[in-house]
Protein backbone atom coordinates (compact mmCIF):
# COMPACT_ATOMS: atom_id res chain seq x y z
CA UNK A 1 0.00 0.00 0.00
CA UNK A 2 1.44 3.58 -0.99
CA UNK A 3 1.50 5.80 2.38
CA UNK A 4 0.85 9.23 1.97
CA UNK A 5 0.47 10.55 5.97
CA UNK A 6 3.56 12.04 6.84
CA UNK A 7 5.43 11.59 9.33
CA UNK A 8 3.54 8.46 10.58
CA UNK A 9 4.94 4.99 10.81
CA UNK A 10 3.52 2.43 8.15
CA UNK A 11 1.55 0.49 10.50
CA UNK A 12 0.25 3.07 12.28
CA UNK A 13 -0.73 4.97 8.81
CA UNK A 14 -2.51 1.96 7.38
CA UNK A 15 -4.06 1.69 10.72
CA UNK A 16 -5.08 5.17 10.61
CA UNK A 17 -6.42 4.66 6.98
CA UNK A 18 -8.43 1.85 7.52
CA UNK A 19 -10.07 3.68 10.36
CA UNK A 20 -10.91 6.40 8.07
CA UNK A 21 -12.14 4.09 5.40
CA UNK A 22 -14.83 2.55 7.91
CA UNK A 23 -18.74 2.98 7.28
CA UNK A 24 -20.35 5.87 9.83
CA UNK A 25 -21.66 4.59 12.84
CA UNK A 26 -25.33 4.06 13.43
CA UNK A 27 -26.93 6.73 15.44
CA UNK A 28 -28.14 5.04 18.33
CA UNK A 29 -28.14 8.13 20.86
CA UNK A 30 -32.00 7.69 21.30
CA UNK A 31 -31.35 4.02 22.53
CA UNK A 32 -28.96 5.29 25.34
CA UNK A 33 -30.40 4.09 28.73
CA UNK A 34 -27.57 4.80 30.90
CA UNK A 35 -28.29 8.25 32.81
CA UNK A 36 -25.28 10.41 33.41
CA UNK A 37 -23.17 9.86 36.24
CA UNK A 38 -24.10 12.47 39.20
CA UNK A 39 -22.26 15.86 39.72
CA UNK A 40 -21.56 15.27 43.12
CA UNK A 41 -18.49 12.39 43.54
CA UNK A 42 -19.49 8.80 43.25
CA UNK A 43 -16.82 6.63 43.94
CA UNK A 44 -16.89 3.34 41.52
CA UNK A 45 -15.32 -0.01 41.00
CA UNK A 46 -15.04 -3.37 42.92
CA UNK A 47 -15.40 -3.75 47.17
CA UNK A 48 -12.37 -5.43 46.89
CA UNK A 49 -8.94 -5.45 45.71
CA UNK A 50 -6.00 -7.90 46.09
CA UNK A 51 -2.05 -8.19 46.19
CA UNK A 52 0.63 -10.30 46.99
CA UNK A 53 2.61 -9.06 50.12
CA UNK A 54 6.02 -7.31 48.58
CA UNK A 55 4.94 -7.38 45.01
CA UNK A 56 4.74 -3.52 43.87
CA UNK A 57 0.85 -2.30 44.64
CA UNK A 58 -1.25 0.23 42.08
CA UNK A 59 -5.00 0.77 42.08
CA UNK A 60 -6.38 3.56 40.75
CA UNK A 61 -9.57 5.09 42.65
CA UNK A 62 -12.04 4.93 39.48
CA UNK A 63 -14.39 8.40 40.37
CA UNK A 64 -17.17 10.48 38.51
CA UNK A 65 -18.09 13.66 39.30
CA UNK A 66 -16.80 17.16 38.78
CA UNK A 67 -13.19 17.84 38.44
CA UNK A 68 -11.17 18.95 40.44
CA UNK A 69 -12.27 16.54 43.27
CA UNK A 70 -9.85 15.02 46.38
CA UNK A 71 -9.65 11.67 47.45
CA UNK A 72 -8.55 10.48 50.49
CA UNK A 73 -8.17 7.53 52.44
CA UNK A 74 -8.77 6.16 56.04
CA UNK A 75 -7.45 2.73 57.19
CA UNK A 76 -4.53 2.20 54.47
CA UNK A 77 -2.01 -0.80 55.49
CA UNK A 78 1.64 0.14 55.87
CA UNK A 79 3.26 0.85 52.90
CA UNK A 80 0.93 2.07 50.63
CA UNK A 81 -0.13 5.90 50.35
CA UNK A 82 -2.55 8.00 48.10
CA UNK A 83 -2.28 10.67 45.93
CA UNK A 84 -5.56 12.82 46.61
CA UNK A 85 -5.13 14.39 43.13
CA UNK A 86 -4.88 11.02 41.13
CA UNK A 87 -6.61 8.63 42.96
CA UNK A 88 -3.84 6.35 42.93
CA UNK A 89 -2.80 4.26 45.47
CA UNK A 90 1.04 2.86 45.21
CA UNK A 91 3.88 1.04 47.54
CA UNK A 92 4.37 -1.97 48.89
CA UNK A 93 2.88 -4.27 51.54
CA UNK A 94 5.32 -6.35 53.53
CA UNK A 95 2.94 -8.87 55.27
CA UNK A 96 -0.27 -10.61 54.67
CA UNK A 97 -3.25 -8.98 56.33
CA UNK A 98 -7.29 -8.03 54.86
CA UNK A 99 -8.02 -4.40 55.73
CA UNK A 100 -10.84 -2.52 56.38
CA UNK A 101 -10.45 0.71 54.06
CA UNK A 102 -12.80 4.01 53.64
CA UNK A 103 -12.10 5.88 50.52
CA UNK A 104 -13.49 9.24 50.12
CA UNK A 105 -14.32 11.85 47.65
CA UNK A 106 -14.97 15.58 47.85
CA UNK A 107 -15.74 18.29 45.14
CA UNK A 108 -17.48 21.54 44.96
CA UNK A 109 -20.83 19.50 44.49
CA UNK A 110 -20.62 17.53 47.47
CA UNK A 111 -18.63 14.26 49.21
CA UNK A 112 -18.95 10.60 49.09
CA UNK A 113 -17.43 7.22 50.40
CA UNK A 114 -17.04 3.57 49.82
CA UNK A 115 -16.28 0.83 52.09
CA UNK A 116 -13.46 -0.93 50.08
CA UNK A 117 -11.36 -3.99 51.41
CA UNK A 118 -7.57 -4.43 50.44
CA UNK A 119 -6.50 -8.02 50.98
CA UNK A 120 -2.55 -8.70 51.01
CA UNK A 121 -2.30 -12.86 50.22
CA UNK A 122 -1.41 -15.21 47.81
CA UNK A 123 -4.63 -14.67 45.43
CA UNK A 124 -4.62 -11.56 43.20
CA UNK A 125 -7.75 -10.74 40.52
CA UNK A 126 -10.29 -11.11 42.83
CA UNK A 127 -12.62 -9.36 40.71
CA UNK A 128 -12.38 -9.68 36.50
CA UNK A 129 -9.82 -7.89 34.99
CA UNK A 130 -11.39 -4.95 33.20
CA UNK A 131 -9.26 -3.27 30.21
CA UNK A 132 -8.38 -3.02 26.53
CA UNK A 133 -6.73 -5.51 24.17
CA UNK A 134 -5.17 -4.33 21.11
CA UNK A 135 -5.70 -7.32 18.39
CA UNK A 136 -9.24 -7.10 17.86
CA UNK A 137 -9.29 -3.14 16.31
CA UNK A 138 -5.64 -3.24 15.24
CA UNK A 139 -4.08 -6.96 15.11
CA UNK A 140 -0.86 -7.06 13.54
CA UNK A 141 -0.69 -3.19 12.96
CA UNK A 142 -0.19 -2.15 16.64
CA UNK A 143 2.65 -0.24 17.39
CA UNK A 144 3.42 2.02 20.53
CA UNK A 145 1.85 4.67 19.50
CA UNK A 146 -1.50 3.20 19.21
CA UNK A 147 -0.97 1.77 22.60
CA UNK A 148 -0.32 5.09 23.85
CA UNK A 149 -3.05 6.87 21.77
CA UNK A 150 -5.57 4.17 23.77
CA UNK A 151 -4.78 4.23 26.74
CA UNK A 152 -4.77 8.30 26.45
CA UNK A 153 -8.25 7.67 25.18
CA UNK A 154 -9.12 5.49 28.15
CA UNK A 155 -8.12 8.28 30.40
CA UNK A 156 -9.78 11.00 28.27
CA UNK A 157 -13.63 9.50 27.72
CA UNK A 158 -13.67 9.03 31.42
CA UNK A 159 -13.31 5.06 31.47
CA UNK A 160 -10.76 4.90 33.72
CA UNK A 161 -13.42 6.17 36.06
CA UNK A 162 -15.45 3.41 35.86
CA UNK A 163 -13.09 0.49 37.06
CA UNK A 164 -11.45 0.16 32.82
CA UNK A 165 -7.63 -0.07 33.92
CA UNK A 166 -5.61 -2.96 31.84
CA UNK A 167 -4.38 -2.09 28.56
CA UNK A 168 -2.88 -4.88 26.80
CA UNK A 169 -0.88 -5.59 24.18
CA UNK A 170 -1.14 -8.82 21.79
CA UNK A 171 0.61 -10.63 18.98
CA UNK A 172 2.89 -9.16 17.10
CA UNK A 173 5.23 -7.39 19.69
CA UNK A 174 8.20 -9.88 19.43
CA UNK A 175 11.83 -9.36 18.10
CA UNK A 176 14.71 -11.54 19.41
CA UNK A 177 16.36 -13.04 21.75
CA UNK A 178 19.36 -11.32 22.76
CA UNK A 179 21.74 -11.35 25.67
CA UNK A 180 22.42 -13.23 28.76
CA UNK A 181 19.47 -14.47 29.92
CA UNK A 182 18.30 -15.37 26.51
CA UNK A 183 14.79 -12.84 26.92
CA UNK A 184 12.70 -12.40 24.61
CA UNK A 185 12.87 -8.64 23.52
CA UNK A 186 10.60 -5.92 21.12
CA UNK A 187 10.53 -5.81 17.74
CA UNK A 188 10.71 -1.82 16.06
CA UNK A 189 7.45 -1.57 17.24
CA UNK A 190 8.30 -0.77 20.48
CA UNK A 191 11.44 0.31 20.78
CA UNK A 192 11.07 1.22 24.87
CA UNK A 193 8.84 -1.32 26.83
CA UNK A 194 9.82 -0.25 30.33
CA UNK A 195 8.95 3.29 28.78
CA UNK A 196 5.58 2.39 27.88
CA UNK A 197 4.64 0.55 30.47
CA UNK A 198 6.07 3.26 32.85
CA UNK A 199 3.55 5.97 31.00
CA UNK A 200 0.71 3.75 31.31
CA UNK A 201 1.47 3.35 35.39
CA UNK A 202 1.90 7.33 35.66
CA UNK A 203 -1.98 7.33 34.04
CA UNK A 204 -2.96 5.16 36.52
CA UNK A 205 -3.33 1.56 34.17
CA UNK A 206 -1.99 -1.17 34.28
CA UNK A 207 -0.20 -3.27 31.34
CA UNK A 208 -0.35 -6.53 29.38
CA UNK A 209 1.52 -8.32 27.15
CA UNK A 210 1.42 -11.94 25.17
CA UNK A 211 2.96 -14.73 24.63
CA UNK A 212 2.78 -18.49 23.73
CA UNK A 213 4.22 -21.76 25.08
CA UNK A 214 4.92 -22.65 21.04
CA UNK A 215 7.80 -21.68 18.44
CA UNK A 216 5.82 -19.90 17.29
CA UNK A 217 2.74 -17.25 17.89
CA UNK A 218 -0.38 -17.08 16.11
CA UNK A 219 0.80 -14.37 13.87
CA UNK A 220 3.71 -16.06 12.98
CA UNK A 221 5.96 -14.19 15.84
CA UNK A 222 8.87 -15.63 18.16
CA UNK A 223 7.31 -18.13 21.16
CA UNK A 224 8.01 -19.11 24.53
CA UNK A 225 9.82 -21.89 22.97
CA UNK A 226 12.61 -22.94 20.30
CA UNK A 227 14.14 -25.60 18.53
CA UNK A 228 17.65 -23.96 19.39
CA UNK A 229 19.28 -23.62 23.18
CA UNK A 230 20.11 -20.17 22.31
CA UNK A 231 16.76 -19.40 21.29
CA UNK A 232 17.06 -17.84 17.70
CA UNK A 233 14.40 -18.38 15.34
CA UNK A 234 13.27 -18.27 11.78
CA UNK A 235 10.08 -17.41 10.24
CA UNK A 236 7.78 -20.13 9.20
CA UNK A 237 6.11 -20.63 6.37
CA UNK A 238 2.08 -18.43 6.60
CA UNK A 239 -0.47 -21.39 6.25
CA UNK A 240 1.34 -24.07 7.36
CA UNK A 241 0.88 -25.86 10.75
CA UNK A 242 4.31 -26.43 11.75
CA UNK A 243 4.45 -23.67 14.14
CA UNK A 244 2.03 -25.30 16.37
CA UNK A 245 4.61 -27.00 19.13
CA UNK A 246 6.22 -26.44 21.88
CA UNK A 247 10.09 -26.96 21.19
CA UNK A 248 12.37 -28.66 23.68
CA UNK A 249 13.86 -25.14 25.03
CA UNK A 250 11.47 -23.41 26.89
CA UNK A 251 12.49 -19.54 27.73
CA UNK A 252 9.21 -19.23 30.35
CA UNK A 253 11.51 -17.64 33.49
CA UNK A 254 13.79 -15.29 31.56
CA UNK A 255 10.74 -13.78 29.83
CA UNK A 256 8.81 -13.82 32.98
CA UNK A 257 11.27 -11.90 34.38
CA UNK A 258 11.90 -9.40 31.33
CA UNK A 259 7.86 -8.46 31.64
CA UNK A 260 8.53 -7.87 35.32
CA UNK A 261 11.55 -5.49 34.71
CA UNK A 262 9.40 -3.78 31.92
CA UNK A 263 6.54 -3.29 34.23
CA UNK A 264 3.87 -5.61 32.61
CA UNK A 265 0.68 -6.31 34.72
CA UNK A 266 -1.19 -9.12 32.40
CA UNK A 267 0.14 -11.90 30.30
CA UNK A 268 -2.44 -13.27 27.61
CA UNK A 269 -0.43 -16.98 26.67
CA UNK A 270 -2.32 -18.47 23.75
CA UNK A 271 -2.17 -21.88 22.32
CA UNK A 272 -4.16 -24.65 21.64
CA UNK A 273 -4.95 -26.83 22.92
CA UNK A 274 -3.76 -25.67 26.50
CA UNK A 275 -2.07 -28.39 28.72
CA UNK A 276 -1.55 -28.31 32.24
CA UNK A 277 3.01 -28.80 32.20
CA UNK A 278 2.76 -25.48 30.24
CA UNK A 279 0.33 -23.65 32.75
CA UNK A 280 2.05 -24.77 35.61
CA UNK A 281 5.46 -23.54 34.12
CA UNK A 282 4.62 -19.91 32.71
CA UNK A 283 2.39 -19.70 36.19
CA UNK A 284 5.70 -20.65 37.94
CA UNK A 285 7.82 -18.33 36.26
CA UNK A 286 5.51 -15.57 36.89
CA UNK A 287 5.19 -16.20 40.98
CA UNK A 288 9.27 -15.76 40.51
CA UNK A 289 9.36 -12.68 38.39
CA UNK A 290 8.92 -10.42 41.73
CA UNK A 291 6.14 -8.72 40.28
CA UNK A 292 2.18 -9.35 40.22
CA UNK A 293 1.87 -10.81 36.76
CA UNK A 294 -2.57 -11.73 36.01
CA UNK A 295 -2.23 -15.03 34.06
CA UNK A 296 -4.88 -15.28 31.39
CA UNK A 297 -4.89 -18.29 29.04
CA UNK A 298 -6.19 -18.65 25.64
CA UNK A 299 -8.07 -20.04 24.08
CA UNK A 300 -10.60 -23.22 23.85
CA UNK A 301 -9.06 -24.56 27.26
CA UNK A 302 -10.06 -28.00 27.81
CA UNK A 303 -13.53 -28.16 29.97
CA UNK A 304 -12.26 -31.74 31.79
CA UNK A 305 -9.03 -29.87 32.89
CA UNK A 306 -10.99 -27.01 34.13
CA UNK A 307 -10.21 -27.41 38.01
CA UNK A 308 -6.24 -26.91 37.05
CA UNK A 309 -6.68 -23.87 35.02
CA UNK A 310 -8.57 -22.32 38.45
CA UNK A 311 -5.46 -23.66 40.75
CA UNK A 312 -2.68 -22.51 38.34
CA UNK A 313 -4.56 -19.16 36.38
CA UNK A 314 -6.47 -16.06 37.26
CA UNK A 315 -8.80 -16.53 33.30
CA UNK A 316 -9.13 -19.04 31.17
CA UNK A 317 -10.82 -18.59 27.33
CA UNK A 318 -13.69 -20.73 27.66
CA UNK A 319 -13.93 -20.68 23.34
CA UNK A 320 -12.72 -20.24 20.31
CA UNK A 321 -11.87 -16.17 19.02
CA UNK A 322 -15.77 -13.95 19.07
CA UNK A 323 -17.21 -12.58 16.45
CA UNK A 324 -20.15 -9.82 16.15
CA UNK A 325 -22.75 -11.90 14.96
CA UNK A 326 -25.76 -13.69 16.75
CA UNK A 327 -25.49 -17.17 15.45
CA UNK A 328 -23.22 -19.27 14.71
CA UNK A 329 -20.18 -17.84 12.77
CA UNK A 330 -18.97 -19.20 8.87
CA UNK A 331 -15.36 -19.49 10.04
CA UNK A 332 -14.62 -22.82 11.89
CA UNK A 333 -12.33 -20.58 14.85
CA UNK A 334 -14.71 -18.32 15.54
CA UNK A 335 -17.67 -18.33 17.37
CA UNK A 336 -21.03 -15.70 17.50
CA UNK A 337 -21.85 -14.11 21.02
CA UNK A 338 -24.91 -14.97 21.39
CA UNK A 339 -23.69 -18.87 21.20
CA UNK A 340 -20.55 -18.36 23.52
CA UNK A 341 -22.76 -16.47 26.26
CA UNK A 342 -25.52 -18.46 26.62
CA UNK A 343 -23.03 -21.92 26.46
CA UNK A 344 -20.77 -20.87 29.46
CA UNK A 345 -23.32 -23.04 32.04
CA UNK A 346 -20.91 -26.14 32.55
CA UNK A 347 -17.99 -23.71 33.11
CA UNK A 348 -19.88 -22.17 36.58
CA UNK A 349 -18.33 -24.13 39.12
CA UNK A 350 -14.81 -23.24 38.66
CA UNK A 351 -15.86 -19.42 38.57
CA UNK A 352 -14.81 -16.98 41.52
CA UNK A 353 -12.11 -14.56 42.71
CA UNK A 354 -9.36 -15.08 41.49
CA UNK A 355 -10.25 -17.11 38.73
CA UNK A 356 -12.75 -16.62 35.99
CA UNK A 357 -14.07 -17.93 32.96
CA UNK A 358 -12.85 -16.22 29.97
CA UNK A 359 -16.23 -16.34 27.10
CA UNK A 360 -13.57 -13.20 25.04
CA UNK A 361 -13.41 -9.67 24.23
CA UNK A 362 -16.53 -7.35 23.85
CA UNK A 363 -17.39 -6.92 20.23
CA UNK A 364 -18.75 -3.29 20.61
CA UNK A 365 -17.85 0.03 19.14
CA UNK A 366 -15.44 -0.39 15.75
CA UNK A 367 -14.09 -3.46 15.75
CA UNK A 368 -11.68 -5.41 13.16
CA UNK A 369 -12.04 -9.63 14.05
CA UNK A 370 -10.27 -10.86 10.82
CA UNK A 371 -12.11 -7.92 9.00
CA UNK A 372 -12.44 -4.42 7.37
CA UNK A 373 -12.81 -1.95 10.28
CA UNK A 374 -16.44 -1.70 10.68
CA UNK A 375 -18.67 -0.73 13.30
CA UNK A 376 -20.00 -3.77 14.99
CA UNK A 377 -22.71 -5.93 13.48
CA UNK A 378 -24.75 -6.18 16.68
CA UNK A 379 -28.18 -4.41 17.10
CA UNK A 380 -28.64 -2.16 19.42
CA UNK A 381 -30.68 -4.44 21.41
CA UNK A 382 -27.43 -7.34 20.90
CA UNK A 383 -25.38 -4.90 22.48
CA UNK A 384 -27.38 -4.41 25.22
CA UNK A 385 -27.60 -8.43 25.60
CA UNK A 386 -23.69 -8.53 25.04
CA UNK A 387 -22.52 -6.25 28.06
CA UNK A 388 -25.88 -7.57 30.52
CA UNK A 389 -24.75 -11.31 29.93
CA UNK A 390 -20.73 -10.60 30.28
CA UNK A 391 -21.57 -8.98 33.11
CA UNK A 392 -23.55 -11.56 35.11
CA UNK A 393 -21.17 -14.26 33.86
CA UNK A 394 -18.14 -12.57 36.03
CA UNK A 395 -16.41 -12.37 32.99
CA UNK A 396 -13.40 -10.82 32.34
CA UNK A 397 -14.32 -7.18 30.58
CA UNK A 398 -11.61 -6.45 27.96
CA UNK A 399 -13.18 -4.00 25.12
CA UNK A 400 -11.28 -4.79 21.93
CA UNK A 401 -12.70 -1.48 19.85
CA UNK A 402 -10.78 1.84 18.43
CA UNK A 403 -11.16 3.65 21.56
CA UNK A 404 -10.27 7.09 19.70
CA UNK A 405 -13.72 6.25 18.04
CA UNK A 406 -15.69 5.72 20.85
CA UNK A 407 -19.72 6.94 20.23
CA UNK A 408 -21.97 7.69 22.81
CA UNK A 409 -23.77 4.64 22.82
CA UNK A 410 -20.85 2.64 23.19
CA UNK A 411 -19.88 4.74 25.68
CA UNK A 412 -23.03 4.30 27.63
CA UNK A 413 -22.88 0.34 27.22
CA UNK A 414 -19.18 0.67 28.95
CA UNK A 415 -19.95 3.57 31.59
CA UNK A 416 -22.99 2.16 34.07
CA UNK A 417 -21.50 1.30 37.29
CA UNK A 418 -24.60 -0.22 38.29
CA UNK A 419 -23.72 -2.92 35.31
CA UNK A 420 -20.35 -3.23 36.26
CA UNK A 421 -20.75 -3.82 39.54
CA UNK A 422 -22.53 -7.02 38.63
CA UNK A 423 -19.92 -8.26 37.23
CA UNK A 424 -17.36 -6.83 39.83
CA UNK A 425 -19.14 -8.02 42.58
CA UNK A 426 -16.94 -9.28 45.28
CA UNK A 427 -18.83 -12.52 45.26
CA UNK A 428 -17.57 -13.72 42.58
CA UNK A 429 -20.20 -15.95 41.61
CA UNK A 430 -21.17 -16.94 38.11
CA UNK A 431 -25.00 -16.61 36.94
CA UNK A 432 -26.47 -19.41 35.41
CA UNK A 433 -30.20 -20.49 33.70
CA UNK A 434 -33.00 -20.61 36.03
CA UNK A 435 -35.79 -20.75 33.46
CA UNK A 436 -36.16 -20.66 30.05
CA UNK A 437 -35.10 -23.53 27.41
CA UNK A 438 -31.63 -24.41 26.32
CA UNK A 439 -30.29 -22.00 24.03
CA UNK A 440 -29.56 -23.11 20.13
CA UNK A 441 -27.39 -20.61 17.83
CA UNK A 442 -29.09 -20.43 14.33
CA UNK A 443 -27.23 -21.77 11.27
CA UNK A 444 -23.59 -19.91 9.99
CA UNK A 445 -24.25 -17.55 7.36
CA UNK A 446 -22.52 -18.23 4.07
CA UNK A 447 -19.06 -16.28 3.99
CA UNK A 448 -19.46 -12.80 2.84
CA UNK A 449 -23.72 -13.25 2.59
CA UNK A 450 -26.04 -11.24 4.53
CA UNK A 451 -26.98 -12.21 8.37
CA UNK A 452 -29.94 -14.07 8.50
CA UNK A 453 -33.00 -12.79 9.74
CA UNK A 454 -33.92 -13.77 13.67
CA UNK A 455 -35.69 -17.36 13.95
CA UNK A 456 -37.57 -18.65 17.14
CA UNK A 457 -35.25 -20.94 19.55
CA UNK A 458 -36.53 -24.45 19.89
CA UNK A 459 -38.56 -24.41 23.53
CA UNK A 460 -39.31 -20.87 23.53
CA UNK A 461 -37.58 -17.19 23.39
CA UNK A 462 -37.60 -16.14 26.96
CA UNK A 463 -33.94 -16.72 29.09
CA UNK A 464 -34.15 -16.07 32.74
CA UNK A 465 -30.15 -15.81 34.16
CA UNK A 466 -29.19 -15.12 37.59
CA UNK A 467 -26.49 -14.43 39.90
CA UNK A 468 -26.44 -14.29 43.74
CA UNK A 469 -24.43 -11.05 44.97
CA UNK A 470 -22.20 -10.71 48.13
CA UNK A 471 -25.08 -8.19 49.85
CA UNK A 472 -27.33 -11.07 49.56
CA UNK A 473 -29.34 -9.68 46.32
CA UNK A 474 -29.70 -11.45 42.95
CA UNK A 475 -28.80 -9.70 39.51
CA UNK A 476 -31.29 -11.43 37.24
CA UNK A 477 -31.14 -11.43 33.42
CA UNK A 478 -34.07 -11.30 31.34
CA UNK A 479 -33.54 -12.61 28.20
CA UNK A 480 -35.69 -12.74 24.29
CA UNK A 481 -33.70 -14.82 21.86
CA UNK A 482 -36.35 -15.33 19.42
CA UNK A 483 -37.50 -13.12 16.46
CA UNK A 484 -40.20 -10.97 17.85
CA UNK A 485 -41.07 -8.57 21.25
CA UNK A 486 -42.05 -10.91 24.24
CA UNK A 487 -43.04 -10.80 27.85
CA UNK A 488 -40.10 -12.56 29.88
CA UNK A 489 -40.60 -13.08 33.49
CA UNK A 490 -38.77 -14.23 36.52
CA UNK A 491 -40.17 -15.92 39.55
CA UNK A 492 -39.08 -14.99 42.77
CA UNK A 493 -38.90 -19.17 43.54
CA UNK A 494 -36.32 -19.98 40.96
CA UNK A 495 -34.00 -17.40 42.55
CA UNK A 496 -34.33 -19.40 46.23
CA UNK A 497 -36.45 -16.02 47.47
CA UNK A 498 -40.19 -16.12 48.20
CA UNK A 499 -42.68 -13.36 49.09
CA UNK A 500 -42.38 -9.79 47.92
CA UNK A 501 -39.69 -8.50 46.73
CA UNK A 502 -38.17 -4.71 45.18
CA UNK A 503 -36.94 -4.67 41.82
CA UNK A 504 -34.43 -2.39 40.08
CA UNK A 505 -33.94 -1.65 36.50
CA UNK A 506 -29.74 -1.65 36.31
CA UNK A 507 -29.32 0.16 32.80
CA UNK A 508 -31.60 2.92 34.06
CA UNK A 509 -30.53 3.10 37.33
CA UNK A 510 -34.61 3.11 38.53
CA UNK A 511 -36.11 1.85 41.23
CA UNK A 512 -39.42 -0.26 39.66
CA UNK A 513 -40.88 -1.31 42.94
CA UNK A 514 -42.28 -4.05 45.20
CA UNK A 515 -43.67 -7.24 43.63
CA UNK A 516 -45.23 -10.59 44.54
CA UNK A 517 -43.94 -13.50 43.61
CA UNK A 518 -42.18 -12.84 40.27
CA UNK A 519 -41.78 -9.88 38.06
CA UNK A 520 -42.28 -9.64 34.10
CA UNK A 521 -40.90 -7.17 31.48
CA UNK A 522 -41.42 -7.02 27.86
CA UNK A 523 -38.42 -7.39 25.91
CA UNK A 524 -37.48 -7.03 22.37
CA UNK A 525 -35.91 -9.24 20.07
CA UNK A 526 -32.52 -10.22 20.91
CA UNK A 527 -32.83 -8.18 23.64
CA UNK A 528 -32.09 -8.28 27.59
CA UNK A 529 -33.57 -6.53 30.68
CA UNK A 530 -31.00 -6.33 33.86
CA UNK A 531 -32.63 -6.05 37.10
CA UNK A 532 -31.69 -7.22 41.14
CA UNK A 533 -34.05 -8.30 43.18
CA UNK A 534 -33.68 -7.66 47.32
CA UNK A 535 -35.95 -7.41 50.28
CA UNK A 536 -38.01 -4.22 49.54
Not at 219 to 235: F, M
Not at 292 to 320: C, F, H, M, Q, Y
Not at 426 to 440: H, I, K, M
Not at 454 to 478: F, I, Q, R
Request: glycine share 10%; hydrophobic share 35%.
Amino acid sequence: MMLSLIGLSAPDAEAQQLASQAPPVPDYSARILTPPAPRAPRINGPNIYGQRPGSPFLYTIPVTGDRPITLSARGLPKGLTLDPQTGQITGRVADAGDFRVTLAAKNARGTGEKKFRIVIGEKIALTPPMGWNSWNSWAGRVNEDLVLRSAKALVSTGLINHGWSYVNIDDTWQGERTGPNQALLSNEKFPNMKGLCDQLHAMGLKAGIYSTPWITSYAHYPGGSSEAPDGKWTREVQGKDTYKRIGPHHFAEADARQWADWGFDYLKYDWDPNDVASTTEICEALRKSGRDIVLSLSNSAPLEKAADWARLSNAWRTTGDIVDIWGKAPSGWQRGYAEIGFGQDRWAPFAGPGHWNDPDMLVVGYVSLAQAMHYTRLSADEQYTHITLWSLLAAPLLIGCDLERLDPFTLSLLTNDEVIAVNQDALGRQAVRVSGPEFVPPPAPAKDQPLPAPSENPGGNALVYAKPLEDGSVAVGLFNVGPGETTVTVRFADLKLGGRRSVRDLWRQKDLGVFDGNYHVSVPSHGAALVRVQKP
